[in-house]
């Protein structure tokens, strides 16, 4: 399927809306990083906002206090979930046994 042509209007949009995005989730992961909020209440908002809801759990799982890649791999492989899942393709029990593993 060839990518469609886009008017110099509908490309300059795009990008606007790319850099919101962008934003919107490096402040999201900033503020999680810095304890403003609990991993529960990260994802409730995740998925209530499409952008965010686009974050890897990866990323997500890596921005808590002390977790570094191999430590958020680790953790996804125990509970397992795919390295390339994304907030929104998360079950219910894969949230629970995230937040469980968070307590601990």
Do not use: N, W, Y
Request: aromatic residues 2%; glycine residues 8%.
């Amino acid at each position: 399927m060839a990518t469609p042509e886009l008017s110099d209007e509908q490309r300059a949009a795009a990008l606007v809306k790319a850099t919101a995005v962008r934003s919107a989730r490096r402040v999201f992961k900033e503020q999680l990083a810095a304890g403003e909020f609990t991993l529960a209440a990260a994802i409730d908002r995740a998925k209530g906002d499409e952008a965010l809801a686009g974050i890897r759990v990866h990323d997500l799982v890596q921005c808590l206090p002390g977790i570094g890649p191999k430590r958020a791999t680790q953790i996804m492989d125990e509970i397992g979930i795919s390295h390339v899942r994304r907030i929104r393709g998360l079950g219910q029990h894969q949230v629970a046994a995230l937040i469980e593993r968070e307590r601990r």
